[in-house]
């Protein structure tokens, strides 16, 4: 399970930056309100909780 993550977005300007931080994970569904305009939206798993890969099986943006 992921215990750290962040969303970063990309802006019309062509940078990417941080809309959206979590350190202490538990839950297995996460749902972050941000209101941003971007081009492109990704998701950087920072840590998990002793494994040593994380599986997101679903990451959606609307």
């Known amino acids: 399970m992921t215990r750290a993550f962040r969303l ?13 931080g979590v350190e ?15 081009v492109a939206v990704r998701l950087v798993v920072g840590a998990t909780w002793g494994a040593e890969t994380a599986h997101v099986f679903a990451f959606d943006v609307r």
Do not use: F, S
């Open 8 to 20: 970063e977005a990309l802006g019309v300007d062509g940078g990417w930056c941080l809309v959206a």
């Open 24 to 38: 202490e994970n538990h839950q297995r569904l996460v749902r972050v309100d941000v209101d941003v305009e971007a």
